[in-house]
């Protein structure tokens, strides 16, 4: 990147060229160049905006494209000298025009300011992403459906206080991050809405005296509106931290998928396999298959979260309207972005590719009396109050761990020393299989329930495309 000293850009109303330091330190052109393709796009309408209200002419509009569309492969084939001098991407690609087209160039910013220019930036280049990321979040809710439907008569312990409590099917457990990553999907495209509105047109602070049409440029970059008002125009970057608070509720649950997976794949579970290919090893314990993906999402969280802070502390106490601070919140929205996106892959990638180990998941249901409420209900059925059927099933869980015997081990006259209402019957509630297809209604465990959770959710996702 080229550092040579100037301020060219306004230079008429400085005695010295700015000092070399603060030429890097004021410079955004090292991150925000990754905006260049939406900086162009929003010259481009801009520009086609200024020729029909006839302050350029259709020779200098067409120059301007064809400047900036040279520009936009430069940038593309790394045939483009980034300036540190040139600040921005915005006043890079400006001056590249200029050194393309001469005069005409110069043109290309009436009615407009970097300060418009970079909030319209912002919103196009994350309204991308976050296109991106639905489709991301698409492609994860598949693969969980999958799998869940795969697994739909498959036993596991479910957990409270990570202490085993009733048998549910792991289908049933995993069409659950389902619905979380369901209620993600939705705010991003909540997001969405409030980030695609227009700035462009708010000028510096105030607007333009030019006869701009704003409708018309709205139009071209397929925003749903102008934005209402000029000085919030170019402050407002709540669409950003909107943007990660989202984000930031993704990640959030992402952790909680990891640390099952984490958890599963060790010794002491032993519930699933990861596939080796998502997994690394240690260079010392020959042993070690480490489960690095579920891991390194768990710790990525902190950025993203990190970053939702970063930015509403940029904006606390902002005054109106454009202030520089704002330069600062690109980082945080970028990286947030591409974790949010990294992450997301990793889990899209590798969820189809779990391996549950049935007979392990079964064994551990069996071990954690997690029939005791199907036994409890069992003996309401009988006629005997809950409150007497769970003291009942109390003494009964601790004559089994005594005897090291699940209750579905135990005989019937064992299990009639603790009440005289269980009779035979009591060995289909006992089996893991009927505690969980009992539990047959719309949102329980049942195999059954399962496979039409994930019809509805199949349906669902074909709707959204
Ligand atoms: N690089 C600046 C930013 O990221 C662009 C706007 C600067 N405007 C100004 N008047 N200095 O926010």
Request: hydrophobic share 40%; glycine share 6%.
């Amino acid at each position: 990147m080229s550092e040579e000293k100037t301020n060219q850009q306004w230079g008429g109303r400085f005695n010295e060229p700015t000092d070399a330091f603060v030429a890097r330190f004021t410079a955004s052109v090292q991150f925000d160049q990754r905006m260049y393709k939406q900086d162009i796009r929003g010259s481009v309408a801009h520009a086609k905006m200024l020729t029909k209200v006839g302050v350029l002419t259709e020779a200098e509009c067409a120059d301007i494209l064809k400047g900036l569309s040279e520009i936009e492969s430069d940038i593309e084939s790394g045939n483009f000298e980034w300036s540190i001098a040139l600040e921005d991407v915005h006043m890079n690609i400006e001056a590249a025009l200029t050194k393309k087209i001469g005069i005409t160039g110069k043109k290309l910013h009436t009615g407009r300011s970097r300060n418009d220019q970079v909030a319209t930036d912002i919103r196009l280049y994350v309204r991308d992403e976050i296109d991106n990321i639905l489709a991301e979040i698409t492609r994860l809710q598949l693969g969980i459906v999958g799998l869940a439907r795969q697994e739909a008569d498959t036993v596991m312990p479910g957990f409270t206080h990570l202490q085993t409590a009733q048998p549910v099917t792991f289908g049933h457990h995993l069409m659950a991050w389902f619905e979380m990553l369901s209620r993600d999907y939705e705010r991003f495209i909540d997001c969405r809405k409030r980030v695609n509105i227009l700035p462009l047109g708010a000028a510096a602070l105030a607007g333009t005296t030019y006869p701009i049409d704003r409708h018309m440029t709205t139009e071209l970059l397929g925003f749903t509106a102008p934005t209402e008002n000029s000085l919030d125009s170019v402050s407002d970057r709540d669409f950003a931290i909107e943007f990660c608070a989202a984000s930031s509720i993704l990640m959030m649950h992402m952790t909680r998928y990891s640390e099952e997976l984490v958890m599963w794949a060790s010794a002491q579970f032993n519930f699933i396999n990861l596939p080796d290919r998502f997994c690394t090893g240690s260079s010392i314990m020959p042993q070690k298959k480490n489960p690095d993906v579920p891991e390194l999402v768990r710790g990525k969280s902190g950025r993203v979260y990190g970053h939702l802070m970063s930015l509403l502390t940029l904006m606390k106490s902002q005054p109106l309207a454009y202030n520089k601070d704002n330069q600062e919140d690109k980082e945080p929205l970028f990286d947030a972005i591409d974790t949010v996106k990294g992450c997301l892959r990793a889990f899209a990638d590798m969820v189809p590719a779990i391996e549950a180990k049935h007979d392990n998941m079964r064994e551990a249901a069996l071990r954690g009396f997690s029939t005791a409420t199907d036994l409890a209900d069992y003996v309401v059925r009988k006629g005997i109050p809950f409150r007497d059927a769970h003291e009942i099933v109390g003494k009964a869980v601790a004559y089994g761990i005594e005897q090291s015997k699940d209750l579905g081990e135990m005989s019937l006259e064992e299990l009639q020393q603790f009440s005289g209402q269980i009779g035979d019957d009591v060995f289909e509630v006992l089996t893991l299989d009927g505690s969980v297809s009992a539990r047959d209604h719309i949102g329980g465990t049942a195999p059954n329930q399962v496979r039409q959770a994930c019809d509805r959710a199949e349906k669902m996702l074909q709707e959204r495309n």
